[in-house]
Nanobody, 124 residues
Framework: QVQLVESGGGLVQAGGSLRLSCVASGRTFSRYAMGWFRQAPGKEREFVAAISWTGGTIRYADSVKGRFTISRDNAKTTVYLQMDSLKPEDTAVYYC?????????????????WGQGTQVTVSS
């Protein structure tokens, strides 16, 4: 089992920045690929970014490329999502996920464990 706890969400004006953190506990964190997803009201959960367990492979959704940065610190069992130049359409609940696959995937089914989510609201 892996437990994931997100933090860092909040209310920010358009153009601002937030940094989300996800702390993992349980099984060996460094063996898991980590991903961030988001879900806005009335919409399906969508992929945001993912990083391999070594940090050597990173993927981003086209909608956040160039604005968001995913990173991880295996010693702290933490994955981060730095979000810059935020837009109102980034408003959603953001979820951290851990996957045991060696492949860094954008598909939710590829992740075994999920956090409870943290709300990000971007005002115009």
């Amino acid at each position: 089992q892996v437990q994931l706890v997100e933090s860092g969400g909040g209310l920010v004006q358009a153009g601002g920045s937030l940094r989300l953190s996800c702390v993992a506990s349980g099984r060996t964190f460094s063996r898991y690929a980590m991903g961030w997803f988001r879900q806005a009201p009335g919409k399906e959960r969508e992929f945001v970014a993912a990083i391999s367990w070594t940090g050597g492979t990173i993927r981003y959704a086209d909608s956040v490329k160039g604005r968001f940065t995913i990173s991880r610190d295996n010693a702290k069992t933490t994955v981060y999502l730095q979000m810059d130049s935020l837009k109102p359409e980034d408003t959603a609940v953001y979820y951290c996920a851990a996957g045991s696959s060696a492949v860094v995937t954008s598909i939710p089914a590829g992740y075994n464990y999920w956090g409870q989510g943290t709300q990000v609201t971007v005002s115009s």
